[in-house]
């Protein structure tokens, strides 16, 4: 059975920053497309970082040169390092991990919430 288990959120002063970790169990990560994902209050949950199986990354334009997505296959465990945080962060955020790399059928974390105040 997969789980995935994130933690590291918390409240920050904008500028500031955290490092979200996600645990996987039930899966070998380096197989799997893996990624964040967010949602603020009212708004749809939005693709932050992906990272494939064969190590190749994106993000999302918003996030772009603030925020790091990194993977221990050892450890399996996803990362996403957030600089320079903007009140325009603050949501649920979730991991995600797909086989192949399709969100429909991912597997999902119960998130951890990231608050930036101003």
């Known amino acids: 059975q997969v789980q995935l288990v994130e933690s590291g959120g918390g409240s920050v002063e904008a500028g500031g920053s955290l490092r979200l970790s996600c645990a996987t169990s039930g899966l070998t990560s380096s197989n799997y497309c893996m990624g964040w994902f967010r949602q603020a209050p009212g708004k749809q949950r939005e693709r932050v970082a992906i990272i494939d199986s064969d190590g190749s990354i994106s993000y999302a334009a918003s996030v772009k040169g603030r925020f790091t997505i990194s993977r221990d296959n050892v450890k399996n465990t996803l990362y996403l390092q957030m600089n320079n945080l903007k009140p325009d962060d603050t949501g649920m955020y979730y991991c995600?991990?797909?086989?192949?790399?399709?969100?429909?059928?991912?597997?999902w974390g119960q998130g951890t919430q990231v608050t930036v105040f101003s």
């Open positions: 995600a991990a797909a086989n192949p790399c399709s969100w429909d059928s991912a597997d």
